[in-house]
């Protein structure tokens, strides 16, 4: 289970509506500071980016792969811990707009967390220290610590105690 705020809207579509729940400028200014971030080669220079003007929390030798795309309206909703890697092309949402409302959720990523490729993590949810998401996931429930899943939509591959008997044998 996700954990995302609803919030309805009446008459068009929420995203019709975006600029009644977020600042257009707020908006222009993440996109300019995640466009810049996205080709930048260098880690501390992402990472201070994104804890300096995004807000996001960016734990200590984190690396964001080439073209990440964190969330461009809420990125504050984005957490981040120590020695984690998000893999090429990865998208972090922290809303989503529907027809009838929008939904705001925040997104914890553990500590030594490896994400794939191409995976899209949506909001409301938590993936557990240690875990491993392979490339091209669609992470829409909470990730235990230490397993590895994969797959759209995300399914346990392994479970923490499977992958460390794996690891032993």
């Known amino acids: 289970m996700r954990r995302t705020v609803r919030y309805p809207v009446e008459g068009s579509n929420s995203l019709w509506q975006v600029y009644k729940t977020v600042s257009f400028w707020k908006v222009v200014k993440c996109f300019i500071i995640i466009q810049i971030a996205r080709i930048t080669p260098f880690m501390f220079v992402k990472n201070w980016m994104y804890r300096t003007f995004l807000h996001m929390k960016i734990g200590k030798q984190t690396s964001f792969a080439l073209m990440v795309m964190p969330d461009t309206m809420f990125p504050e909703k984005i957490s981040v811990g120590n020695n984690s890697i998000i893999g090429y092309n990865t998208t ?78």
Do not use: C, F, Q, W
Request: net charge negative; hydrophobic share 40%; proline share 4%.
């Open 92 to 169: 972090i949402l922290a809303h989503e707009y529907l027809i009838h409302e929008y939904r705001l959720g925040d997104v914890v990523i553990g500590d030594e967390v490896m994400i794939g490729a191409n995976s899209t993590i949506l909001p409301g949810v938590i993936i557990g220290n240690g875990a491993i998401v392979s490339a091209g996931s669609l992470v829409h429930k909470d990730v235990p610590a230490g397993a590895l899943v994969g797959g759209n939509p995300m399914r346990v591959i392994y479970t923490k105690e499977e992958m460390e008997e794996r690891t032993r044998n």
